[in-house]
């Protein structure tokens, strides 16, 4: 009759004791977690989460991506891992590239691409990592450095040896297992390890049981799990797999799929490998080689077919993607197998960080709700995360944003874009309110642009912030410049599919919220009108210089979206913080001059309009504490325009 | 037009800085609390209160009590602490006996009278401490004492010389003045100090003047305010406090009131204090001299209108009451000015104590709700409170309660009373349900006695517990006891008279709630039917041995009270907690024993039949997580039933 459950701290089960000691014992020595765990995911470690997966016979995959070779591909590769995030991999993985200074603090490098992947889009991830031609101390100071990084996940491989007449070296790192004991021995069980296996058996090893023999040494020296190299054949798995059982290998057994994409990308792959494609493929291909389009339907409708049959043979629970980098065809494969996420659940408002350290992280200032990756950015030296209530935070200092350009936080689009968008020239104040305005309505500018991205937000308006759209719009016409808002909510389910999180069978709320950019004349006004909602509004006005009008209480931060779940402690993922603000004040003044007002000549009067605004409107942030009624925020503004003319 | 505040965490006003520095620098060295502030009152030391009553032209009275000669005495003060405390006093102050051994641990001691005041009835408390004929380390061990128990402010006086051939000793306290300066040499400013003026002079002083420059000694030594002997004339009162004034003493100076109750005590107080009736009331008092309601009529209207001059005047801000250890009296007297507190606002929903250890503890296990001195008794060696969520609390361990019969913790009601309500013999579990719905109901047992209090709870059903007591009725009489619960609540303004609590203008919220014991046979039937309610209805079942069964995910509490207000985080100041569960169970099953069982002989029948209870019924309680809809819980009771049937 006692449930049993799992516990999300640890990998071992707590089940509640049946005759258990008194209370006042019980409650000393319990293993409770200190943080509510709403997302029990953030909380165990990969080889935890893939062990609840396969427990619960959910099945899932995952996806291999190589580091970029140009900075803008890598800005590319960054929104790559957002979107396809977006369809729930319980992780990716990086390759290293010996050749391209993988450990180093190039944007382009498999260390950083995996550290961006981790901090900034919240994907677990796992960092290849070769031995072969490389000293203890290399190899240490990358495990270390990956570790400093918030990376928990290293596949260790042997890798290609650089010379045509590779000799073992005596104690040196020879083979992946000479890896995975050195990572176990020097690391204890941080890292969980994972290693390759080659359904056709290593095209170097002896013979296929050699080759197993080989693995199975691995897995004993302390790898977690295995990948396996590509394959064509559903059978040349599921018999590899049933070999691995019966010498005795028990860890999970990851197919990894490779969805022809081109027949050159399929001959260089091959080669590579040291794989035969099977004739039957060989058929279909070579007389489409040069239809691209034709390949790569065949190569998803072969993979979708191998896929379905691994999966139904009941002994496969999870699918590793070699994406190529490329989007297309893996998404397509994953989602007529069904096991892309179309709607995916948010743990929280806000995107989480995968990074050990922020998995007790879960609140946050409203501020930076569309700047997710500078906040984690500016928040990366914190030590302890607020947890629970902003007030406790006790590193709450920001970091300085100068770093206005690193690949990850920079703009998607190039200059020439963002110049199409917000004006090749500007003519006053009037054509920066047509840009905001275009941003909220969608509808292009005069010179015919769609307005797609803002320096505040570099992607097109949020599913919620379209349900204020035509207020919105009303406003920005009139030199409102909004740049983030919510509307208020009153209990809507947390599976609601625009304004939900959490998990299911919760109820969210949200106080209504509008933060703007808007001229001293307005400001005036706007004073004078929010005395009549004095009870009502909690606001923070503040200008360049930091010249701060509040009517918030005590520095208390204002909770803005909270949700209640079954058998929880409160959560409340957002709150307005007046001291943040301090700080969110200067990244958001800065943008103008950083993303907008650099865009022209110096002295140019486009650049002298931008930088009047700069220097001369003020940031405004509103809160409407009667969340149970009509947002109020649109009256007020409503008052202040009435109040002016 | 910058906001500046008084802020609550120090008494030094912290403002908006104008001009200030940047964000990133400022959110380093921001003086924000900790914790949300609800109560600014919990944060401030008395003459900080005092400076904010008196800046927001709040008037305000406090209440003087001596400790009682008896332990029953001594209970039965606490419950006038309790009941006086909710007229909302400022602060009380306990007398200090040195006859009877007043800083020792005897239950009628000043230091545990005043201990009690405070960290039971969570009122701001000043302990008296005379000085005179004792040593330095007897008054410094008393002033450590009273600081390790809690308490705040002292109210330092000289006391009267034990022999009639008193002299002053060399180095010794010989006066109010040497306590006061060893207060503040010994214990810096930890203390709030108070002295004793007298309006008349006192008796002992060489002149009205003399005793003025010995005052203004006292407060230049460090006294922070002056409570003033008793007069008879509004005018002596406001020329003292002018006279005070004019050489030099600012601090507030409080009238003391002296509400006329009985020609006896009148006489004997007057013989202490050697001052003189003035004719003029002596001519009402003389002829009356036996009807001690007509004097006390007349006490009433003589200090009413004497504390309406006072208030009238401007000057007096503040009344402080001789009570007498009476509460009819001065509670008409102030109820009649309009000061006591009619509807008081609870800051939270159950009632804070006012030691400074637990000025940030906002959260605690709903199962003590109505034994809530001895939830702070078990917790009273925590180091931290929890603040903001539940699962932060450093120190979960509750002390064992071993001391039913501590008289704080006691029973108001003797052995025949509780014989009389509980029943002299019982025939079987059946006259135990009798109790139980008789105790709901409101309605004379069948022996004719009102069930007022049961061992779970010693006062008469909540206000809050009466909006379900037509179900509690039914289900108390088919054997579900329950001992504890709450309706549904969605957002009822904080000033809803009977769920509200917090400031005005937020929004309360509560979970459904119902604890009982009830017997194997429906628990068994009980479980059946929450199978259909798996996901709405969190519950813990468990027996005396500890037998646990629960569907709580991760040993997570669950938020059943919480509150919304403007421009603060979320407060949620009650859960369910599966860990602390245990600990409360031990103490509701030992009630059954200790309060019940042991008013009948041992081997007795009725005696047998609690043992019984205690040994075979389980304890449950359930939660309904679907807030906004109907509660449920009386749905699960319902089909329990006719399961069984």
Redesign the interface.
């Known amino acids: ?3 049993e ?1 799992q ?3 640890s990998a071992s089960s ?1 089940s ?9 014992e ?3 020595d ?8 709403l997302d ?1 995911d953030r909380h165990e470690r990969l080889r935890e989460k893939m062990r609840r997966r396969q427990d619960a016979g959910d099945k899932w995959f995952s996806l291999e991506f190589f580091p970029p070779r140009t900075a803008n591909a890598a800005v590319n590769l960054i929104s790559r891992f957002d979107r396809m995030g977006a369809g729930g991999p319980l992780f990716i993985d990086v390759t290293w590239h010996p050749a391209g200074d993988p450990g180093s603090d190039k944007e382009t490098s498999s260390m950083i691409i995996a550290n961006t992947a981790v901090n900034y889009c919240g994907l677990e991830t796992i960092l290849h990592m070769t031995c072969c031609n490389q000293t203890k101390d290399d190899i240490t100071g990358h495990l270390q450095k990956a570790k400093r990084l918030g990376l928990k996940n290293i596949m260790a491989l042997r890798g290609d040896p650089a010379g045509e007449e590779w000799e073992e070296e005596v104690d040196g790192f020879n083979y992946a297992v000479d890896l995975v004991k050195h990572i176990r021995n020097e690391f204890d069980d941080y890292f969980d390890v994972c290693v390759a296996g080659y359904p056709k058996g290593h095209p170097e090893a002896e013979s296929y049981e050699a080759d197993l023999r080989h693995l199975k040494e691995k897995v004993f020296a302390g790898a977690d799990f295995i990948i396996t190299q590509l394959f064509f054949r559903p059978e040349t798995f599921l018999k590899f797999m049933k070999d691995c059982q019966a010498i005795g290998i028990t860890c999970p057994i990851i197919p990894g799929i490779f969805p022809i994409q081109g027949y050159h990308s399929l001959r260089q792959l091959v080669k590579l490998s040291k794989l035969e494609v099977p004739q039957e493929i060989k058929d279909v291909i070579e007389p489409i080689k040069d239809n691209d389009a034709a390949i790569r339907s065949y190569g998803v409708e072969l993979a979708v077919s191998m896929c379905r049959e691994l999966l139904d043979s009941g002994m496969v629970h999870g699918l590793h993607f070699y994406t190529l980098n490329r989007e297309v065809a893996t998404t397509e494969v994953l989602k007529r197998l069904g096991i892309w996420k179309e709607d995916p659940r948010r743990p929280l408002p806000w995107a989480v960080s995968a990074h050990p350290k922020r998995r007790v992280e879960d609140v946050r200032p409203i501020f930076w709700a569309s700047r997710p990756k500078s906040y984690i950015y500016r928040t990366q030296e914190w030590d302890d995360f607020p ?6 935070s006790s590193s ?5 944003l100068k770093d206005y350009y690193l690949f990850y936080l920079k703009s998607k689009s190039p200059r020439e874009e963002l110049l199409k968008m917000w004006g090749e020239e500007l003519t006053g104040e009037e054509s920066v309110f047509e840009v905001f305005t275009c941003y909220i309505t969608g509808e292009p500018n005069r010179n015919g642009y769609k307005v797609t991205c803002m320096p505040w937000n570099d992607d097109p308006l949020a599913t919620e912030t379209n349900l204020l759209k035509d207020e919105l719009e009303k406003v920005n016409r009139r030199g409102i410049l909004t740049i983030n808002s919510q509307p208020n909510i ?2 809507k389910p947390s599976t609601d599919p625009i304004v939900g999180w959490g998990p299911s ?1 919760g ?1 969210v ?1 949200q106080k209504a919220y509008l933060e703007f950019f808007t001229s001293s004349e307005i400001v005036t006004a706007l ?1 004078k009108v929010l005395k009549k909602y004095e ?2 509004v ?1 606001y923070h006005i503040v200008n360049v ?15 803005v979206t ?1 949700g ?7 959560i ?1 993922p957002t ?1 307005v913080d ?9 990244e958001a003044f800065a943008l103008w001059i950083e993303q907008w007002a650099k865009l022209y000549e110096e002295e140019s009067p486009s650049r002298m309009i931008i930088q009047y605004i700069h220097d001369n409107y003020y940031l405004v942030n509103l ?1 409407d ?1 009667d ?2 009624l009509e947002n109020c925020l649109w009256q007020v503004v409503e008052d202040t325009f009435e109040l002016l003319n």
Chains 1, 2 share one sequence.
């Not at 007046?578 to 200067?586: E, I, N, R, T």
Request: one cysteine or more.
């Open positions: 009759m006692v449930n459950t516990h999300p701290c707590s509640r004791s049946d005759g258990s000691s008194s209370g006042s019980s409650s000393k319990n293993s409770r977690c200190s943080t509510p765990v029990a947890n629970g209530r902003w007030g406790n709450p200092a920001f970091g300085e009153n209990g069978g109820y709320f004073l009870q009502r909690n210089k930091g010249q701060n009008i509040t009517n918030a209480p005590d520095l208390q931060p204002n909770a909270w209640i779940f079954p058998g929880r402690e409160i409340q709150v007046p001291v943040s603000f301090l700080s969110w004040k200067d809160v504490n969340f149970p």
